[in-house]
């Protein structure tokens, strides 16, 4: 069966080897959204007839407008997966404004208004909404320095996931949301130079790609710890 994939944050890392999982059922049309602030190769995808690139910034006042416009074009969306991050490392004292706006805006502001305009696509066949956090905003876990913006940003991923859950519990649209450890990503490597992750980028889209195309069967509004380790 054809099916609708828009996956956010798919330029590189756990993203990116998400869409090109799903694209292995050629039946998938999968959207890959992201900045591409760093101008990668215009045909980065073009191995892959089925999946499309879009731009699209998660940090911008108008967000909802934005994804309304993208969204226009689609009939449906079956999957949306919501695994852009913006990660900063810095002492708490040393955090700036910015840099708790940016990180709300683009791991929860921006996700929540991009889901606002994905809701109408997907109410009337239903569908599946994951949402990518992070150990570090899974309640009780470890926690790491420097790490302020970024944990509290995801665990309000995690906790808005109840709340939409509970208020479409009555349609076919299911929301979970993922709390991983590491993976060895770039953005891993930002955050802790060095550490090696047990679970490489593929190994992790290949865990959530089938999560996303099964688990709303059994699940509805689940924060999910998905973790070998963290740092
Ligand atoms: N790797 C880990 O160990 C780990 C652990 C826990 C949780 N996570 C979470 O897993 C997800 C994927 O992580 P990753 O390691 O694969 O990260 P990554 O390599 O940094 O990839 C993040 C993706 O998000 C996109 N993105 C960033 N800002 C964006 C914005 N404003 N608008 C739209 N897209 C944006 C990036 O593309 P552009 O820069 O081109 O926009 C990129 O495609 C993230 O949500 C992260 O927080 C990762």
Redesign the pocket.
């Known amino acids: 069966m054809s099916k609708t994939i828009v996956i ?9 080897e998400l869409a090109i999982r799903f694209s292995s059922d050629s039946n998938n049309r999968v959207y890959a ?6 101008a990668p190769e215009p045909d980065e995808f073009s191995l892959y007839p089925n999946i499309t690139p879009v731009v ?4 911008q006042d108008d967000t909802r407008i934005k994804a309304e416009r993208f969204f226009d074009s689609l009939s449906n969306i079956d999957i949306l997966i919501n ?5 900063v490392n810095r002492p708490f004292t040393e955090l700036t404004r910015e840099d708790f706006v940016s990180s709300y ?3 929860i502001i ?1 996700v929540m208004e991009l889901i606002q305009a994905a809701v109408p696509k997907m109410l009337p066949k239903g569908g599946h909404i994951v949402n ?5 905003g899974f309640q009780g876990t470890v926690k790491f320095p420097g790490l302020a913006a ?1 944990s509290t940003s ?1 665990a309000a991923l995690a906790s808005f996931t109840e709340l939409f859950a509970e208020e479409y519990k009555e349609t076919r649209i299911k929301m979970n949301c993922l ?10 490597e ?2 802790f130079p060095g550490y090696e ?1 047990p679970i490489d ?1 593929p190994e992790m889209a290949e865990y959530i790609h089938e999560f996303a195309e099964n688990a709303h069967r059994f699940m509805n509004g689940k924060i999910i710890p998905v973790s070998l380790s963290t740092p």
């Open positions: 956010v944050g798919a330029s590189r890392g756990i993203g990116r959204l992201s900045r591409y602030r760093e699209f910034d998660l940090a695994n852009a991050g913006k990660l805006q683009v791991n921006g990518i956090s992070s150990m570090g970024y995801k709390c991983l450890g590491a993976v060895q990503t770039e953005m891993l930002e955050a992750a980028a």
